[in-house]
């Protein structure tokens, strides 16, 4: 099944070179749908539904930054950030808003291709409803039924949602500031105390598994085999 991507970019050259490198080297399995601004970006994020978005940040109009909150109130499609703002705030904001990853031009055409490739691998298995697994931690996303070493075990709705989150990308350094985003909301009032009891909850609902969640020191939680 061929995959489709979202390319918002104001840069015409890039553009151009992006859509016919990647249709080339996937061989047309990659459909690239491209435009130049964020408006333009959302309009067909509202119409269609794509596996993956590449988005600029410095846009006419509607900034990358403000594009992709609106798609995070819309969906969990993957998304790469391609530009030119290299300061660590400017990545470490492209985080907490919700991007997938976050590539500073130049960058080289063959990695952004792979690093494509590996997220659409890994979001095709989700939607194909397969298991969420790390470790003895086991998540049907059908049933919502989560089993720790075999055993059933229950979880109040914010506890879900944090491992649900941390399950779909096991293995990263997910932010305090990430996890208030994508579980209370961008705009809540709420302190990144109360997604560090709530992690506390979780880890003793766990049990020994609870010790899969590791604390980064000044980041936030990674959760490991």
Not at 34 to 54: P, W
Request: hydrophobic residues 40%; proline residues 2%.
């Amino acid at each position: 099944m061929n995959s489709k991507i979202l390319l918002v970019e104001d840069d015409d050259k890039i553009r151009k070179i992006l859509c016919e490198y990647f249709t080339a080297k996937s061989e047309g399995s990659m459909e690239i749908t491209d435009v130049s601004s964020g408006e333009d970006g959302l309009e067909f994020i509202r119409q269609r539904d794509f596996n993956l978005v590449l988005l600029d940040v410095m846009l006419p109009g509607m900034d990358g930054f403000t594009l992709c909150r609106k798609i995070r109130k819309l969906t969990d499609v993957p998304i790469i950030f391609l530009t030119a703002k290299n300061a660590e705030e400017d990545r470490l904001y492209g985080y907490e808003i919700g991007c997938d990853d976050y590539i500073c031009k130049p960058f080289s055409f063959a990695e952004l291709y792979a690093k494509v490739s590996v997220l659409l691998k890994r979001t095709s298995k989700s939607d194909d409803r397969q298991m969420l697994t790390c470790g003895k931690i086991t998540l049907n996303p059908m049933t919502l039924e989560l089993r720790v070493d075999g055993k059933e075990v229950e979880l109040t709705p914010k506890e879900f949602e944090i491992l649900v989150f941390l399950l779909q990308h096991k293995g990263w350094v997910v932010t305090r500031e990430t996890l208030l985003n994508r579980i209370w909301g961008e705009y809540a009032y709420v302190e990144t105390r109360v997604v560090d009891n709530h992690v506390k909850n979780l880890r003793k609902a766990l049990g020994e598994a609870g010790k899969q969640i590791k604390t980064v020191i000044s980041k936030g939680y990674k959760l490991t085999e």
